[in-house]
C-alpha cells in the first residue's frame, strides 16, 4: 500500500536553528499538508498545499515557517529559527482530493529544540 | 470560533466490553472523519461521514452522524488489545479542525 515517507524521524537541534523536515506524499496525490502534535495534545493543522502554492495556512503558520515542493516527489517544512515550543510530532499528509478523502499521514519527525 | 469537542478524554474498559466516542459540533459540520492512532503511531484513517444521519459500519466498528450533523460517534463492539489507541474525529469546513481524542485502554 503506498505510503508517505517522513524523513528524518526524529531531529535534535538548538533554539534559533534552521530545520527542515522532509516528506514524500503519495505519488497521484494532489494535497499536501503539515500537522503538528505537541506531545500528549491534539493534532493541529499547519499549512495545505496544491498545485505548487500554499492553498490555506493556520494561525500557528507564521514566517517562521514555509514549505516547498523543490521537485516532483519532496515536500519540506522549513522552521528558520526554531523555539523550545516548536518541540513537537510533525506529521506530513497527502490526498487525492480536497474535500471526500480521508488524509494519508506519514510517520511524522519527531523534532526536540533544546 | 469553530470547534469539535470529543468526549471522553480517556476510557478504560475490559476485553471484550464495548467502547464509544463522541464527538459534538456546536455548528452544522458538512462532513466528519475519524482517525485512529496507536500509542506511538501515526494518525490512520478510518472513515468520513457526510450525509445527516449516515451509518456506517467496519467490523466491529460502528460511525454514526447525528440527524443535525452536529455530533457524530464511534462505537467498538467486543474491544480488543488490538484497539489499544486514540480516537479522534476531524472536521474540514472552514478549518480543519481535530477534536482532542479519547484514549482507549483495554485491561487484559
Known amino acids: 500500500e503506498p505510503e508517505v515517507t517522513q524523513t528524518p524521524s526524529h531531529q535534535v537541534t538548538q533554539m534559533g536553528q534552521e530545520v527542515i523536515l522532509r516528506c514524500v506524499p503519495i505519488?497521484?496525490?494532489?494535497?499536501f499538508y503539515w500537522y503538528r502534535q505537541i506531545l500528549g495534545q491534539k493534532v493541529e493543522f499547519l499549512v495545505s498545499?496544491?498545485?505548487?502554492?500554499?492553498?490555506?495556512k493556520s494561525e500557528i503558520f507564521d514566517d517562521q515557517f514555509s514549505v516547498e515542493r523543490p521537485d516532483g516527489s519532496n515536500f519540506t517544512l522549513k522552521i528558520r529559527s526554531t523555539k523550545l515550543e516548536d518541540s513537537a510530532m510533525y506529521f506530513c499528509?497527502?490526498?487525492?482530493?480536497?474535500?471526500?478523502?480521508?488524509?494519508?499521514f506519514g510517520s511524522g519527525t519527531r523534532l526536540t529544540v533544546v | 470560533g469553530q470547534q469539535v469537542m470529543q468526549i471522553p478524554q480517556y476510557q478504560h474498559v475490559q476485553e471484550g466490553e464495548d467502547f464509544t466516542t463522541y464527538c459534538n459540533s456546536s455548528?452544522?459540520?458538512?462532513?466528519i472523519q475519524w482517525y485512529k492512532q496507536r500509542p506511538g503511531g501515526h494518525p490512520v484513517f478510518l472513515i468520513q461521514?457526510?450525509?445527516?444521519?449516515e451509518v456506517k459500519k467496519q467490523k466491529r466498528l460502528t460511525f454514526q452522524f447525528g440527524e443535525a450533523k452536529k455530533n457524530s460517534s464511534l462505537h467498538i463492539t467486543a474491544t480488543q488489545t488490538t484497539d489499544v489507541g486514540t480516537y479522534f474525529c476531524?472536521?474540514?469546513?472552514?478549518?480543519?479542525?481535530f477534536g482532542k481524542g479519547t484514549r482507549l485502554h483495554i485491561l487484559p
Open positions: 499528509a497527502s490526498t487525492r482530493r480536497a474535500v471526500g478523502y480521508g488524509y494519508t
Open positions: 461521514l457526510v450525509k445527516s444521519g
Open positions: 498545499f496544491y498545485n505548487n502554492e500554499i492553498s490555506e
Open positions: 455548528t452544522t459540520l458538512s462532513n
Open positions: 505519488s497521484n496525490h494532489l494535497y
Open positions: 476531524m472536521n474540514r469546513d472552514d478549518k480543519i479542525i
